[in-house]
């Protein structure tokens, strides 16, 4: 079955830390995405990338990082910068960039940080 | 900029009542309309879209309609079930850049 895969589920860390959040997908999509989402809150997007090799800043990249060095992965280092971390962060694919292509969302990774 | 406005909720109806939920939008050009759901802890699922004007998107008995007159979204179903209760998001897709612009998302809560 073709889908976007997040892991983990849920994931604890130190406040100070760095932590990698991990997304693939088996579509052959070109473009992919990063979310926010706080409680009772819409989505709020942090990078997005059209292609390998390339990203582009959403609203509010400051102290989150990424890389896209193969199609299929698009992963998230939230690093000790970002300065209220805890929050849903939902990954997304589609097909290409474009008007009409809508967005395949993964299960999401819950992040608390202490 | 493009922007969508949603009708704040939590919106709470009985089993078998007719819902709207409504969706406005701002932008230039011509977007395509998009609703989401989300289930408590998940991601989020296309519920249905609609690309141009006067089209109408259609799923689990949900329809919505792009009227460009009104300029307006609103996704409505004739029955609702204890099964719908979820968020929907209301997105919009511009010409001026490939990024989705979203609503805050309306919570249903619906009651047996």
């Known amino acids: 079955d073709g889908g976007i895969t997040q892991s983990p589920k849920y994931l604890f860390r130190k406040e100070g830390q760095n932590v990698t959040l991990s997304c693939e997908q088996n579509?052959?999509?070109?473009?992919m995405y990063w979310y926010r989402q706080d409680p009772g809150q819409g989505l709020r997007l942090i990078y997005y990338s059209q292609i390998v090799n390339d990203f582009q800043k959403g609203d509010i990249a400051e102290g989150y990082s990424v890389s896209r060095e193969k199609k299929e992965s698009f992963p998230l280092t939230v690093t000790s910068a970002q300065k209220n971390p805890t929050a849903f962060y939902l990954c997304?694919?589609?097909?290409?960039?474009?008007?009409?292509?809508?967005?395949?969302f993964g299960p999401g990774t819950r992040l608390t940080v202490t | 900029g493009d922007s969508v406005t949603q009708m704040e909720g939590p919106v709470t109806l009985s089993e078998e009542a007719f819902l709207t939920i409504n969706c406005t939008y701002t932008a230039t050009g011509y977007p395509s309309l998009f609703w989401y759901v989300q289930y408590p802890g998940e991601g989020l699922q296309l519920l249905l879209k609609?690309?141009?004007a006067d089209d109408k998107g259609s799923n689990k008995g949900f329809e919505a309609t792009y009227r460009k007159e009104t300029t307006s979204f609103h996704l409505e179903k004739g029955s609702v079930q204890v099964s719908d209760s979820a968020v929907y998001f209301c997105a919009l897709s511009s010409d001026s850049n490939y990024q989705l612009i979203w609503g805050a998302g309306t919570k249903l809560i619906i009651k047996p």
């Open positions: 997304a694919s589609s097909q290409r960039p474009g008007t009409s292509y809508e967005q395949y």
């Open positions: 609609a690309t141009k």
């Open positions: 579509l052959n999509h070109d473009a």
